[in-house]
């Protein structure tokens, strides 16, 4: 059974840069149509999708996002990342690892606050 774990800080100050690791056990993220994605929900928003990094290492953001985001993946881990630049209050949000159609993480709840 695939389970996911987001871990990093809950709290990051405007204008830093917010990092998080999603550490994947039960399976491998190099294995065939594994679809690797951070997602996000700000309070009384919908889901947002970040960006995703496929079992082949090819990443895809977000239009809306892409400027501000970096995913890479650490395959001797079995870990994929999320860094998102120049944040702002508005990026607080509980941030979710996922495989897509597949199993999800509980979810960490970040702030963005001076």
């Known amino acids: 059974q695939v389970q996911l774990q987001e871990s990093g800080p809950g709290l990051v100050k405007p204008s830093q840069t917010l990092s998080l690791t999603c550490t994947v056990s039960?399976?491998?993220?190099?294995?065939?149509?594994?679809?690797c994605a951070w997602i996000r929900q700000p309070p009384g928003k919908g889901l947002d999708w970040m960006g995703t990094?496929?079992?082949?290492?090819?990443?895809y953001y977000s239009p809306s996002l892409e400027s501000r985001t970096s995913i890479s993946r650490d395959t001797s881990k079995n870990q994929f990342t999320l860094q998102l630049n120049s944040v702002t209050p508005e990026d607080s949000a509980v941030y979710y690892c996922?495989?897509?159609?597949?199993?999800w993480g509980k979810g960490t709840q970040v702030t963005v606050s001076s």
């Open positions: 039960g399976g491998s993220i190099t294995t065939n149509d594994y679809y």
């Open positions: 996922a495989l897509l159609g597949g199993a």
């Open positions: 990094v496929t079992y082949a290492g090819k990443i």
